[in-house]
C-alpha cells in the first residue's frame, strides 16, 4: 500500500483537551520543528521558567488571555498575540484570567530558515 502525501492528526475542540500540553512531532513525524497545542487553565503558572539551547518559540494565542514571561518582562497576550522568543531567553506562560489560555507553541532552530512560502512554493 502506498503512503499518503500528508500526515493527519485530530486534537479535538480546544475546550475539550484533556492535558495541558500535546506534543505534535511524533504524532504528525515531523522532521524540522516542533509544534505543541497547550491548555492552561486559569491560575496556572510554572514554577521555573526554561530556555532552549537552539530552537526559537513562537507563541501564537489561539484563546483566552494572560502573560508571556520572557526573562522579567511580563507580556500581556489575547487571542490573536504572536510573541517569537530567541533560544536563550529565560520563558513561562502565566494564566491570571478566569478561562483557559490555549496557545500553539511552534519550536524551530534559530536561523535555520533557508526558503519560505515566497521562495519555495510553486504552482503545479
Given at each position: 500500500m502506498?503512503?499518503?502525501p500528508y500526515t493527519i492528526y485530530e486534537i479535538g475542540p480546544f475546550g475539550e483537551?484533556?492535558?495541558?500540553k500535546l506534543f505534535l512531532k511524533e504524532?504528525?513525524?515531523l522532521t524540522s520543528m516542533e509544534i505543541?497545542?497547550?491548555?492552561?487553565?486559569?491560575?496556572?503558572?510554572?514554577e521555573r521558567s526554561h530556555r532552549h539551547y537552539n530552537n526559537e518559540e513562537i507563541y501564537i494565542i489561539l484563546q483566552g488571555e494572560g502573560e508571556?514571561?520572557?526573562?522579567?518582562?511580563?507580556?500581556?497576550?489575547?487571542?490573536?498575540?504572536?510573541?517569537?522568543?530567541p533560544p536563550h531567553s529565560a520563558r513561562?506562560?502565566?494564566?491570571?484570567?478566569?478561562g483557559d489560555?490555549?496557545?500553539?507553541?511552534?519550536q524551530a532552530r534559530e536561523n535555520s530558515l533557508v526558503t519560505w512560502t515566497m521562495t519555495d512554493g510553486y504552482f503545479v
Open positions: 502506498e503512503a499518503k483537551l484533556g492535558y495541558d504524532r504528525l513525524g505543541s497545542v497547550n491548555r492552561w487553565p486559569p491560575g496556572t503558572e510554572p508571556i514571561i520572557v526573562e522579567d518582562e511580563a507580556i500581556p497576550v489575547k487571542e490573536g498575540t504572536v510573541v517569537r522568543i513561562r506562560h502565566r494564566n491570571n484570567s478566569n489560555l490555549v496557545a500553539l507553541v511552534l
